[in-house]
Nanobody, 124 residues
Framework: QVQLVESGGGLVQAGDSLRLSCAAS?????MGWFRQAPGKEREFVAA????????NYADSVKGRFTMSRDNTKSMVYLQMNGLKREDTAVYYC????????????????????WGQGTQVTVSS
């Protein structure tokens, strides 16, 4: 069982930046970031293969968010620039416990482990 712990959320103004971190307690394969706003379903944000060679981003965050990982530290990051009010949500880190398709998954059911989430609030 792998534990995931997110950190780095907070209250910022529109246009600001935040960097989310996710610490994993063990080996993981593809990892992803998802978010859930109040009254909405959880949605995909970004995903990365274990090697980091393959990335997927939601259209809504392309060009603003950058996902990275450091396997030596069992960490993944989500750099969020140009934040908008609509980015307000609880952000979750997710991980797969086995290799899958070459492309990192973009659907929640394909992930095996989840963190507790970190709140990001963007005010205008």
């Amino acid at each position: 069982q792998v534990q995931l712990v997110e950190s780095g959320g907070g209250l910022v103004q529109a246009g600001d930046s935040l960097r989310l971190s996710c610490a994993a307690s063990g080996r993981t394969f593809s990892m992803g970031w998802f978010r859930q706003a109040p009254g909405k379903e959880r949605e995909f944000v970004a995903a990365m293969s274990r090697s980091g060679a393959r990335l997927n981003y939601a259209d809504s965050v392309k060009g603003r968010f950058t996902m990275s990982r450091d396997n030596t530290k069992s960490m993944v990051y989500l750099q969020m620039n140009g934040l908008k009010r609509e980015d307000t949500a609880v952000y979750y880190c997710a991980a797969r416990n086995a290799p899958g398709a070459a492309a990192p998954p973009t659907t929640a059911w394909e992930y095996d482990y989840w963190g507790q989430g970190t709140q990001v609030t963007v005010s205008s």
